[in-house]
């Protein structure tokens, strides 16, 4: 990505960052259509876009229903610039000493956009689901958010947060507890929870074969393991909330998405399902609800004024 291509991005209030060309519509499409509504200027920065495979399209077509502004990054996605990546297995679950080298350069990449954009806050993924693009981009829009005193909040990734007990599982690998956001349960109860979600999930159904099971148990004993662990922060959850006429705008966006819809739920009345199951859960019967993180490190440095390192 060039400077010239940042420097010529117009101001926007509110920053969204989205792994690949689909993340922000599928987990933040609700809230998206807010901002705009309010006449909030919206950005959305999708970073990991190399190679496309034709879904640039889908992309324009998605934001166009939802009337954001997109951004592409132009990083090259995980299967191709590391061939450890190449199965989708060890995206979800491998973890390589590398990625934090790509994490450092897309905080790079988002410092130089916040800056030139200069938004009231960042919104990005939380890394729910263990896809390693998602949690590099995590990093990096914490990084880039310290470093730039900007307030920063975290989506559920969808649909791999549709995994019951998957977004408890990434808050404790980050060391954060959820307070009494999350009801409370036993570890291997949360463990047994996953596990059946996961077993059941079209996504991990469609890409993650036989060969695959020896990395994913290790994985997901670890992802357990980290529930035992000492929790050194705390994140609080917002629960944005919308009524039942944003639905067909947010399947319209979705439905733009015509090479993922299949991969990820099958077909797009199963993604209906599966958002009215995940609005539910958050206390919305009917309508549609989002869940968003803030950490309380992160909100204590912006209330100091203080970037971070």
């Given at each position: 990505m060039?400077?010239d291509?940042?420097?010529?991005?117009?101001?926007?209030?509110?920053?969204?960052?989205s792994?690949?060309?689909?993340?922000?519509?599928?987990?933040?499409?609700?809230?998206?259509?807010?901002?705009?509504?309010?006449?909030?200027?919206?950005l959305?920065?999708?970073?990991?876009?190399?190679?496309?495979?034709?879904?640039?399209?889908?992309?324009?077509?998605?934001?166009?229903?939802?009337?954001?502004?997109g951004?592409?990054?132009?990083l090259?996605?995980?299967?191709?610039r590391d061939?450890?990546?190449?199965?989708?297995?060890?995206?979800?679950?491998?973890?390589n000493?590398?990625?934090?080298?790509v994490?450092?350069?897309?905080?790079?990449?988002l410092?130089?956009?916040?800056?030139q954009?200069?938004?009231?806050?960042?919104?990005g993924?939380?890394?729910?689901?263990?896809?390693?693009?998602?949690?590099?981009?995590?990093?990096?829009?914490?990084?880039?958010?310290?470093?730039?005193?900007?307030?920063?909040?975290?989506?559920?990734?969808?649909?791999y947060?549709?995994?019951?007990?998957s977004?408890?599982?990434?808050?404790?690998?980050?060391?954060?507890?959820?307070?009494?956001?999350?009801?409370?349960?036993s570890?291997?109860?949360?463990?047994w929870?996953?596990?059946?979600?996961?077993?059941?999930a079209?996504?991990?159904?469609a890409?993650?074969?036989?060969r695959?099971l020896?990395?994913?148990?290790?994985?997901?004993?670890?992802?357990?393991?980290?529930?035992?662990?000492?929790?050194?922060?705390?994140?609080?959850?917002?629960v944005?909330?919308?009524?039942?006429?944003?639905?067909?705008?947010?399947?319209?966006?979705v439905a733009?998405?015509?090479?993922?819809?299949?991969?990820?739920?099958?077909?797009?009345?199963?993604?209906?399902?599966?958002?009215?199951?995940?609005?539910?859960?958050?206390?919305?019967?009917?309508?549609?609800?989002?869940?968003?993180w803030?950490?309380?490190?992160?909100a204590?440095s912006?209330n100091?004024?203080e970037?971070?390192?």
């Open positions: 060039t400077a291509a940042v420097s010529g991005l117009e101001p926007a209030d509110i920053l969204y960052v792994p690949h060309l689909d993340d922000v519509a599928l987990s933040c499409g609700g809230r998206v259509l807010a901002d705009r509504e309010a006449g909030r200027r919206v959305v920065v999708s970073l990991f876009t190399e190679p496309a495979h034709g879904r640039r399209k889908e992309e324009r077509k998605a934001l166009a229903v939802l009337d954001a502004t951004f592409d990054g132009r090259i996605d995980a299967p191709d061939p450890a990546y190449r199965r989708f297995a060890a995206i979800l679950f491998a973890r000493p590398q990625d934090a080298e994490a450092a350069e897309t905080a790079e990449l410092v130089r956009i916040l800056e954009v200069q938004p009231k806050e960042i919104v993924p939380l890394g729910v689901g263990g896809h390693v693009d998602h949690r590099n981009c995590h990093q990096a829009t914490r990084d880039a958010a310290r470093r730039t005193g900007t307030a920063a909040s975290f989506y559920d990734d969808r649909p947060s549709f995994v019951d007990e977004v408890r599982l990434r808050l404790a690998e980050l060391a954060v507890s959820p307070g009494d956001d999350l009801p409370a349960r570890w291997p109860s949360s463990a929870r996953y596990v059946r979600g996961l077993l059941r079209r996504f991990a159904r890409m993650v074969g036989p695959d020896p990395l994913t148990l290790r994985a997901t004993w670890a992802l357990v393991a980290s529930l035992r662990r000492q929790q050194r922060e705390t994140a609080r959850a917002e944005h909330r919308f009524e039942p006429d944003v639905l067909p705008r947010l399947r319209e966006s733009c998405y015509r090479s993922q819809v299949g991969p990820l739920f099958g077909h797009l009345d199963r993604w209906a399902e599966q958002t009215a199951e995940a609005a539910a859960e958050l206390g919305v019967t009917e309508g549609h609800a989002e869940r968003y803030r950490f309380a490190d992160d204590e912006e100091r004024g970037p971070g390192a």
